[in-house]
């Protein structure tokens, strides 16, 4: 089954930094958009941060845009998501998806593959 993977998450205390890291499993990425979301409990899951296959086009949602980066290592099969000047508003669990084609949305119902999360936690 084709699967991407999350890594990376943890507990940061506000104004620390984090990278995730999304990497693909039986497949490879080169074709892929990426994107990162998130989700509370009980909310609808948000886009954070999307990718195209060969990296030149990145969008990012108002909340995230000046502190996250997304990134991708097509050698390494991984995308990552640079995280900084957290605060608590971004404790959520994160999770990375993959969507065939050129187009990179920050919309989750047009991503195919997705992974299981991870949690990011900040706080004091």
């Known amino acids: 089954q084709l699967q991407v993977v999350e890594s990376g998450g943890g507990l940061v205390q506000p104004g620390g930094s984090l990278r995730l890291s999304c990497a693909a499993s039986r497949f490879t990425l080169d074709y892929y958009a990426i994107g990162w979301f998130r989700q509370a409990p009980g909310q609808e899951r948000e886009g954070v941060s999307c990718?195209?296959?060969?990296?030149?086009?990145?969008n990012y949602a108002d909340s995230v845009k000046g502190r996250f980066t997304i990134s991708r290592d097509n050698a390494k099969n991984t995308v990552y998501l640079q995280m900084n000047s957290l605060s608590p508003m971004d404790t959520d669990v994160y999770y990375c998806a993959s969507a065939l084609g050129a187009t990179a949305t920050l919309n989750p119902y047009d991503y195919t593959f997705w992974g299981q999360g991870t949690q990011v936690t900040v706080s004091s």
């Open positions: 990718i195209n296959p060969s990296g030149d086009s990145t």
